[in-house]
Structure formats: C-alpha cells, structure tokens
C-alpha cells in the first residue's frame, strides 16, 4: 500500500453504507476512536488496512477497505455484512493500538507482526462480544470464521499474521472478554497484552 491510493467514500449500495455506517459509529464508541473510512482499488491483491495517517478529516488516523475484498465477502451465502463488519473491526483495533501506543508494546522485538495482529483479531472479537449484548441474535460466530479464513502458515515471513486457528482463537479469546466477562475496555486491553505476548 502506497498511503496515496485513491479513495472512494461509497460501496454503491446506498442501503448497505447506511447499515455498515452504524456498526462503525459502534466501533468508534467500543474502542474510544474515531478513524476516516474509505474504499479504495485493491486489484493489485484484496486487503483491508489501517494507518495512523490522517487522510481524511478524522483525527484516529484511517481505515481503508479495498473494493474487491467487499466483493469478495458480500458474495458469501451466509452474513456477508457481518464478515465485512469483522474486517472492519480488526483494522478499527489497530487504530486502537496506535492510539494508545499498543503495537509497540506488543510486537516488542518480534520478527513477524503476528502479536499485532492477533491482538486486533481479540479486539473485533471484543466488539462481537460488546454488540452480542445489545442484540442477542447477533452472529459472532462469523468473526471467527472470517478471521480463521484470512489466517497464514508463512510462520518466518514479517508479515506472518497467525495461523488460521490463532486468529479465531484470538476473536474468540476477546469475545469471551467482551461478552461474557462484560469487561471494560482498559481491562480488556490489559487482558489483550498478556494473552498475545505469550503466543
């Protein structure tokens, strides 16, 4: 990713924007954040990302979501707005982290990005537990999955992830923090630490 990709504000599915508007006004509160967020072409390779750039007038930095990755998730069968919601999840975590300084603390000298990026999977995992509270029939399950699927076993590569069930154990860890323990968000960050340093 360049930093200077084109941006488009719009999916082109006015009723899906507006649904997808209010999960991530929920995002912003659960994680005391408040990110840009935009589209842009990601034909050179499906991605998803956060930086702490500023590229539009919010203050968090910027989550952009790359338009074939939106394709790619809303033509699953089953809750493909929830997937997009996972994904969307995972990058508002990262805003997080480089909010409050977290990334550092957490890959520390690692050669991979696995710890940050786990500990953003136990945030959108978080936030699937926060959301199940208020709506009991909301589907959970499909961060899990959607984080599973995005998973990697290039263990020695510096952009190693974490293996397919790392990343669902880590939503799922964080789920159990947001919806089950009901804790604060500092606590759950503190939990979020010690549980990615051990891996």
Not at 28 to 36: A, C, V, W, Y
């Amino acid at each position: 990713m360049s930093g200077a990709e084109e941006m488009f504000p719009k999916s082109g599915d006015p009723q899906f924007d507006f649904a997808l508007a209010h999960s991530l006004s929920a995002m912003s509160e659960t994680f005391q954040i408040l990110p840009g967020f935009c589209y842009f072409d990601d034909s050179d390779g499906m991605n998803a990302y956060a930086t702490n750039r500023v590229r539009l007038n919010r203050g968090d930095g910027t989550v952009l979501f790359g338009k074939g990755l939106l394709r790619r998730l809303m033509s699953q069968k089953e809750n493909p707005d929830v997937s997009v919601a996972a994904v969307c999840a995972h990058e508002f975590g990262h805003i997080m982290q480089y909010k409050r300084g977290l990334d550092k603390v957490v890959r520390g000298d690692s050669p991979t990005v696995k710890r940050v990026e786990l500990q953003a999977d136990y945030f959108a995992g978080y936030f699937a537990g926060v959301r199940k509270i208020s709506r009991p029939q909301y589907p959970a399950a499909v961060y899990a999955l959607t984080q599973h699927n995005f998973g990697d076993n290039m263990v020695n590569s510096p952009q190693h992830h974490g293996t397919p069930q790392e990343r669902a154990d880590a939503i799922i860890q964080g789920f159990e923090a947001g919806f089950r323990q009901r804790k604060p968000l500092d606590e759950a960050i503190n939990i979020s630490v010690n549980y990615v340093r051990r891996l």
